[in-house]
């Protein structure tokens, strides 16, 4: 007798990472599923009861899409009202909207699964011609906006955003990321003088941010960190919540110094 395995249910606490809008019909799961074999190699192991059933409720389901040993979960029809609602936020007037949902993220293979769930959203957005809206960052792409690679070339910069703005306290610059919460991470700030040059700050952060995705979890406060690869000592002052863009997160904030000696912090 053949066993079958049971893919991971996703917390149903857990909000989308990607919103799909589209103007035209929803694309068959079927079309979904050689789509996905075409571009990487597949299989995609579709699991939903309704669709195998033929049932009429089989678009508005929540689906397992497993690829390997990665799974996420994705419903390629929301229900009217919940369209509405989605459009009414983002400001766009597409009529059908999908979304993707992650599960469970273990640091081990969370970039693989942030990367099977960006490959299924890209997907959605082929097929529909439509726009998908990166939850975390607040990122918008069309069709042509997406960077497909492969995953030996897998790049945290394809899904973190490092953002500026002005800061709360008097004459200094905020600086922070948006997207390390989908690796399962508190996302990263720090502060600095005004009016100094920004994009030095911003590819640090970047740079940090992509070695704490390959460490595989947050450092505490108070630790410090060599990073070697990027000829840097970063320390971790605190950790707060905070609303940036609306979105409520958790940021720790840091500095670092030169593995010189020179100090970079504010």
Same mark, same amino acid.
């Given at each position: 007798?053949k066993i ?14 990607y919103?799909?809008? %589209?103007?035209?019909?929803p694309p068959?799961l079927?079309d979904?599923r050689?789509w996905?074999?075409?571009? %990487? ?10 669709? #195998?059933?033929?049932t009429?409720?089989?678009r508005?389901?929540?689906v397992?899409?497993a690829?390997?040993p990665?799974?996420?979960?994705? !419903?390629?029809s929301?229900?009217?009202s919940?369209a509405?609602?989605?459009?009414a ?18 640091p081990?293979?969370a970039?693989?699964?942030?990367l ?5 959203a890209?997907?959605?957005?082929l097929?529909?011609?439509g726009t998908a809206?990166?939850v975390?960052t607040?990122?918008y792409?069309n069709p042509s906006?997406? !960077?497909?690679?492969p995953l030996?070339r897998f790049?945290v910069?394809?899904?973190i955003t490092? #953002?500026?703005?002005e800061?709360a306290?008097?004459?200094r610059?905020w600086?922070y990321?948006?997207g ?8 990263i700030?720090?502060v600095r003088?005004?009016g ?5 700050v911003?590819?640090?952060l970047?740079?940090?941010a992509? #070695?704490?995705?390959?460490?595989g979890h947050?450092?505490k406060v ?5 990073m070697?690869?990027?000829g840097?000592?970063v320390?971790?002052l605190?950790h707060?919540t ?9 940021l720790? #904030? ?13």
């Amino acid at each position: 007798m053949k066993i079958r395995r049971k893919l991971p249910k996703p917390p149903r606490a857990r909000g989308p990472l990607y919103v799909i809008g %589209y103007s035209s019909a929803p694309p068959d799961l079927s079309d979904l599923r050689a789509w996905f074999d075409l571009e %990487y190699g597949g299989p995609l192991k579709l699991k939903d009861d309704a669709w #195998e059933a033929g049932t009429a409720d089989a678009r508005s389901s929540l689906v397992l899409a497993a690829h390997g040993p990665w799974s996420v979960a994705f !419903q390629i029809s929301l229900t009217s009202s919940e369209a509405d609602e989605w459009s009414a936020l983002l400001g766009w007037r597409h009529r059908g909207v999908a979304h993707v949902i992650p599960t469970t993220i273990t640091p081990h293979h969370a970039s693989d699964l942030v990367l099977h769930a960006a490959r299924l959203a890209r997907g959605l957005t082929l097929l529909t011609d439509g726009t998908a809206h990166d939850v975390t960052t607040h990122a918008y792409l069309n069709p042509s906006d997406w !960077q497909d690679r492969p995953l030996d070339r897998f790049r945290v910069s394809d899904h973190i955003t490092v #953002e500026h703005a002005e800061a709360a306290v008097p004459n200094r610059d905020w600086f922070y990321t948006l997207g390390l919460a989908k690796f399962g991470l508190d996302e990263i700030e720090t502060v600095r003088p005004l009016g100094l040059p920004s994009r030095p700050v911003q590819e640090s952060l970047a740079g940090i941010a992509d #070695e704490i995705v390959r460490l595989g979890h947050s450092p505490k406060v108070g630790a410090t960190v060599l990073m070697r690869g990027l000829g840097l000592s970063v320390q971790v002052l605190r950790h707060r919540t905070a609303s940036p863009s609306g979105t409520t997160c958790t940021l720790r #904030e840091i500095t670092w110094r030169d593995l010189t000696g020179e100090d970079l912090g504010p």
